[in-house]
């Protein structure tokens, strides 16, 4: 009777393979998940008890990529590893590759994903963007680089199941040709979203003058960045061009160097003209603002010229134009206390008389 099963066992093939054949890739399977769950469930335990000693995020990201792997891939796996016990045909092989191909490439894609978001949070943490600023600069490099990461995986897998993609990838060629030939600037505004993104000219709500417009930056976006005019109007301006002008940040103005001019009257005393320094030095002074010097450093076709320069340790506009208002008063009361007259644009006529007297 034993023999009879066991020559039954050796005998029997049910799809090719014995009942003896079937046991072991059921045991296979069991043993492969089992080991599966077991170094999942040990991993990320040591992984999360780790990330709660270290204060990187290396870990943590480490943890979310591999939570990402789910039931059905654990099941995938383990069926992978039990059909080395069996003998298979041609058929059963393709389709079960072009499944495993499918699976974990779309788990590879949503790996990398996760990888590239990382980098791009990192990137933009490093370059201090906040709130909208980060929002749309990590929206928008994440549509371009997943976009690509598709494509790429796309033609990964027509490559492994034996299609011939030469003929896509000429295809590609040429068509990416024709695009950048029919959309140069927009090519060229989106290579300078990322110019803006990594050199980081200019961020949102940095107050910045070029040759086309002044204004605070409200967006930076994929083909053009929106600049809110002093006139209070929106302007929108292709990163191309902005870029291709001089820009002047006033972000990181720390100190605003003020040169004026002070013209007074010819005629005006040796002595007094000696004191004038001295009078727009306690103007400036009390206006709480850093005097360098004056100086009488030109004769003007009407004037003597003093030229002042002082430094005011305030970024705001208003506050300098307040500042230098406050200055020029004070000048012009010290300037009058003294006795000395401001010069503006006259004009003498020297009306010569040529008489000839007889004797």
Partial sequence: MVNSISDWFDSSLILGNTPEAYGSALTAFAVALALIYLIKNIGIGRLKALAKKTETDLDDLLIVLTEKFNRFEYLLAAFFVSTRCLQRGPAFDRTFKAVLLLVFTYRAITIVQELLSYWITRMAARRELSGQAKDSVVRST?????????????????????????????????????????????????????????????????????????????????????????????????????????????????????????????????????????????????????????????????SLDFETVYYLNEPDYGAYMAAQEQVLLTVIEGLAAAGAELAYPTQILVKKCNCSGSQ
Avoid at 286 to 301: M, P, T
């Fill in 142 to 302: 994440q549509v371009i680089l997943r976009s690509l990461v598709w494509v790429g995986a796309t033609l990964f897998v027509l490559d492994s199941l034996g299609v011939n993609i030469s003929a896509a990838l000429t295809g590609l060629g040429i068509g990416g040709v024709a695009v950048a030939l029919a959309a140069q600037a927009i090519l060229g505004d989106l290579f300078n979203f990322f110019v803006i993104l990594l050199d980081k000219p200019f961020s949102i709500g940095d107050f910045i003058t070029s040759d086309a417009v002044s204004g605070a930056v409200e967006h930076i976006g994929l083909k053009s960045t929106r600049i809110r005019s002093l006139s209070g109007e929106l302007v929108v301006i292709s990163n191309s061009n902005l870029l291709g002008s001089r820009i002047r940040n006033y972000k990181d103005l720390t100190k605003r160097r003020v040169v004026f001019k002070t013209a007074i009257v010819y005629g005006t005393k040796p002595e007094l003209l000696r004191k004038i320094p001295a009078v727009i030095k306690e103007a400036v002074q009390a206006c709480k603002a850093e005097f360098d010097r004056c100086n009488l450093y030109n004769y003007g076709d009407f």
